[in-house]
Every structure is written in C-alpha cells, then in structure tokens.
Nanobody, 120 residues
Framework: QVQLVESGGGLVQAGGSLRLSCAASGSTFSINSMGWYRQGPGKQRELVTSISTGGSTNYADSVKGRFTISRDNAKNTVYLQMNSLKPEDTAVYYC??????????????WGQGTQVTVSS
C-alpha cells in the first residue's frame, strides 16, 4: 500500500515556472518507479515523465528541455520542475508510483492531482 500526496500546482503566466512535489508514504520500499502524468481538458491522461529507482528518466517529447524530474530518496519525495510553461501544459497533474512485485504484474498508485493552469 502506497499513498501519494501532490502539491505545488497553481496559476502562472506563459513562460513562468512551477515546482510540483509528490510525497510517498506506506510501503515505499516496494516502489520501482515514480512519475508524473497529466490530463488536460478533453484529453486522455498522458505520461509526462518518470524516474526509476536506479535514476533513469524519460520525458514526453512535448516537455523535453523544459521539465525536470528529480527525487529525494531520504524524503520519499519526487519533484517536477516545470520551466518555460506553455498554455498547452494546462492540466491536472497526477503523481504515480509503480510497484512491480514480479514480471507481468504492475500495481499503480495515484495521488489526488494538482491543477496547473498556464495563461497566455
């Protein structure tokens, strides 16, 4: 069982920055990777970025060069630094934790979501 709590969303102007935080609690030792998804108005939820326990990262093409994911293992917290924000980044951002206890079995845990709104 993993619990995730996001924070840091808000309203910013295009070109501005925001830093999102996601604190994990519970069985954090079992987490294989953590990441951020987002769901914009009328859109499906999409993967923004993720980071594995080994430190490997990946980013959606739309955010490469602008967003950076990082982690603090001691605090069981993952961060998303968002720079050069664009109106199309407007979405509810969800923290995700993936638990893979054995091959072909994945459990996903989700935070409550935090709204990011970018005005033009």
């Amino acid at each position: 069982q993993v619990q995730l709590v996001e924070s840091g969303g808000g309203l910013v102007q295009a070109g501005g920055s925001l830093r999102l935080s996601c604190a994990a609690s519970g069985s954090t030792f079992s987490i294989n990777s953590m990441g951020w998804y987002r769901q914009g108005p009328g859109k499906q939820r999409e993967l923004v970025t993720s980071i594995s326990t080994g430190g490997s990262t990946n980013y959606a093409d739309s955010v490469k060069g602008r967003f950076t994911i990082s982690r603090d293992n001691a605090k069981n917290t993952v961060y998303l630094q968002m720079n050069s924000l664009k109106p199309e980044d407007t979405a509810v951002y969800y923290c995700n934790a993936a638990v893979i206890p054995r091959p072909a079995i994945t459990y996903n845990y989700w935070g409550q979501g935090t709204q990011v709104t970018v005005s033009s």
